[in-house]
């Protein structure tokens, strides 16, 4: 195998006489006509590469070649378009683009015949934009280990807790004493409602590390 560089991006080719089309190809940078090709002669400056030219990756001194659109790319992002001049940008730069949260979505690349390729787990993956180029991104399932209860950690996985299960965490028991009051206030909820208070019975959505602060009154 012969290996090359596009936009610093390693690729690899099975024969050494390759064509500037080919090599543009083997980076999925298509259609060829939207991009030129440049070979990097030395550390100072580029010569272009034709579409139909023939380079060898056997001649030596080759460092690398770079690829740039005529013109802006568009690309879409949760059926909505954007401009990029980039050929190759990781899942992080397109959510940045679209002004989406990294820390609560991760990016999905919707390629033709819908194939869909997840990145959840490879945000620093390069991926070849095209003008075709279209994504959709997707809620990240937060895992919860634990709550914040008067300041002290609480084993809790469930994505729900009740008022009553939050005195519990805290006091370890519910007074049965009709004297007895308690309070519970929260912060560091989640989004829809990340702070505020329960009354008995009362349900609320948990977050990782949700903070909770719990008072008993005794008002006898």
Known sequence: MYKFKINNERFES???KITGREL???????PAEDYELLYK???????????EEIVDLKTAGIEGFEAKPYKNLKIRVDDK???VEYCFMTPIEIMEVAGINPK?????EIRKGDIEVSFKDDVEHKIAITKNSCFISCGIEEVINCVIV???PKDWLKSTIFFEEVVMLAYGKISTNPNVIYTVNYINGVPSKPEGSMLKGDIV???NKMIFNVT???KS
């Open 14 to 16: 099975s024969k050494s």
């Open 24 to 30: 543009l190809s083997v980076a999925q940078l298509y």
């Open 41 to 51: 002669i030395n550390e100072k400056g580029f010569t272009p590469i034709q579409l």
């Open 81 to 83: 378009q954007y401009d």
């Open 104 to 108: 609560q979505f991760y990016l999905t």
């Open 150 to 152: 008067n300041s002290k």
């Open 205 to 207: 959505s948990v977050k």
């Open 216 to 218: 008993e009154t005794n």
